[in-house]
């Protein structure tokens, strides 16, 4: 892999293409250590890298006026049975955890970094300017991220496994589309066996010295839409007859429109956002739901 370039040359990236309330951390298993070298960055190659899944799930507490979306219609069944493809959001949907809180507090600025994710996810202020003042509250080096996914590594949702499995059963395409970073994201899709070019998510940028130096604000995950322009991008390439999107944020929601997704479903076994969810066509707090259904 080529070495890390500085800030006034090309910073190294991931490749890709088109074919492509937080919980505490509870005692689990963990997963099959499985043996990995991130593509965007030069981990240690004597460690190797597990997933956790986690079993705890939160309380399922929501108003008796936004409940009634957590019953499906016909139609929103329909969709969902015939989608080509589905595309997941990764941070407290695909992963129990908010990844950029969690490397926040690695980094020791968790507190204040989690009050922004919280604006961003709810939709208060725009994506973009969330993700730059996260970050430079804390800047991470290349040596922290690298010790970041040693020390703690992505712990997946109960049940997630399963639904990715049954959907690739079902020649059903399966994305990863989110606002974290790729560094962090692609061990997940490894986990899943979701392929690396099915990922839309941004990239952190480090200079010659490992040192932080921005992250590259052409993906179009790095912006308030970007979600959204991401689905429709799949949705051009692959002519799917139906695409769902699923996830637990605003940016999530934004998806479902003219050209992306057919049907946002809002996942909230992990953060329930009401302002999100009560826009869903369909809310669910258990992965299992959608597999049975299916």
């Not at 991401?230 to 429109?257: C, F, P, S």
């Amino acid at each position: 892999m080529a070495g890390l370039v500085s800030a006034r040359a090309n910073p190294i990236y991931s490749s890709h293409n088109l074919r492509r309330s937080r919980i505490p951390r509870p005692m689990a298993s963990r997963a099959l250590e499985i043996p990995y070298k991130h593509p965007a960055i030069a981990l240690r190659p004597s460690k190797s890298l597990s997933l956790v899944a986690a079993s705890l799930q939160p309380s399922k507490t929501i108003s008796a006026g936004q409940s009634s979306n957590t019953v499906p219609t016909e139609e929103v069944l329909n969709i969902w049975r015939s989608a080509g493809a589905v595309c997941f959001d990764v941070d407290s949907t695909v992963c129990l955890d908010e990844g950029i809180d969690e490397l926040a507090d690695f980094c020791g600025a968790g507190k204040a970094v989690a009050e922004w994710t919280t604006k961003a996810m709810s939709g208060s202020v725009p994506f973009e300017e969330a993700l730059a003042a996260r970050l430079s509250l804390f800047n991470p080096s290349l040596s922290q991220v690298q010790d970041f996914l040693d020390k703690r590594p992505p712990r997946i949702s109960p049940g997630i496994a399963g639904l990715i499995k049954k959907l690739m059963a079902k020649n059903i395409d399966v994305y990863l589309i989110s606002g974290g970073f790729r560094q962090m994201i692609n061990p997940v899709a490894l986990q899943l066996g979701i392929p690396l070019e099915n990922i839309f998510a941004n990239q952190l940028l480090f200079g010659s010295s490992g040192e932080f130096i921005g992250f590259d604000a052409k993906e179009p995950t790095s912006r308030s839409g970007g979600k959204a322009t991401a689905v429709q991008q799949i949705r051009k390439v692959h002519n799917y007859k139906a695409l769902v999107m699923i996830g637990d944020g605003a940016t999530d929601l934004e998806a479902r429109k003219p050209g992306g997704a057919d049907l946002f479903i809002c996942y909230a076994g992990v953060q329930l956002r009401e302002a999100v969810a009560v826009k869903a066509d369909w809310l669910i707090f258990d992965f299992e739901e959608l597999i049975t259904s299916l």
